[in-house]
């Protein structure tokens, strides 16, 4: 039985909602205040500063998920300007999987439900263990890429380009060895985005 190998890298975004003024107001707009904090498989994380914040996962408010219905629209505009980054570096396009999708999904889901960022979902599994209660388990390598931003004019692009600003998100992203994957992503009445994407090598 060939050896299983998992590789697991985490990114996330935390962007304050940009204030706004009406034109007549004699209030002075605030500026847009960015901040990020970007993760990898050690459970190290980093802030915007560059300081190392050492957690496997950060607490965020729980929110309700928003009426879903562009969720496959944005799933597929985000793997598409992914295959765009690869196509641009002449690799080729990842094929899409659909029950990776799903099991995407679903932990975007639930870090949004229950208010939580971590490669770790809810029931304490990690992506390998979360795809092989799903019954997917026809894989030799598994990677796992996560994100979250609010008050972002375009979320999907902005989560794309942040993860290639990150050499272990860039890494699965550009990795050749990759053939398939899935994204899932989750949008909160609030605004949050959070996004999952999944790549395997299968057997």
């Known amino acids: 039985m060939k050896l299983k190998t998992m590789l697991s890298i985490a990114i996330v975004f935390v962007v304050g909602l940009a204030s706004t003024s009406i034109a007549q107001s004699p209030k002075k707009e605030k500026p847009r205040r960015i901040k990020y904090i970007a993760g990898n498989s050690s459970g190290n994380n980093v802030d915007s500063s560059g300081k190392v914040i050492r957690k496997k996962s950060i607490a965020l408010e729980r929110s309700e998920?928003?009426?879903?219905?562009?969720?496959?629209?944005?799933?597929?505009?985000?793997?598409?300007?992914?295959?765009l980054k690869r196509m641009e570096r002449g690799l080729p396009s990842l094929a899409w999987n659909q029950s990776l999708s799903n099991l995407a999904r679903k932990h975007s889901e639930n870090m949004a439900l229950f208010g939580f960022f971590s490669h770790t979902g809810v029931n304490g599994r990690l992506v390998d263990e979360r795809a092989a209660d799903k019954g997917i388990d026809y894989w030799n390598?598994?990677?796992?890429?996560?994100?979250?931003?609010?008050?972002?004019?375009?979320?999907?692009?902005?989560?794309?380009?942040?993860?290639?600003?990150?050499?272990?998100?860039?890494?699965?992203?550009?990795?050749?060895?990759?053939?398939?994957?899935?994204l899932g992503i989750a949008v909160t009445k609030d605004g949050k985005y959070f996004f999952t994407q999944i790549f395997i090598v299968r057997k």
């Open 65 to 83: 998920l928003a009426d879903n219905a562009e969720n496959d629209l944005l799933e597929k505009e985000t793997f598409d300007l992914i295959n």
């Open 141 to 182: 390598a598994i990677g796992e890429n996560i994100a979250f931003n609010q008050g972002i004019e375009n979320p999907t692009s902005f989560a794309v380009e942040r993860w290639m600003m990150s050499e272990g998100h860039k890494r699965n992203l550009l990795d050749g060895m990759w053939k398939e994957s899935g």
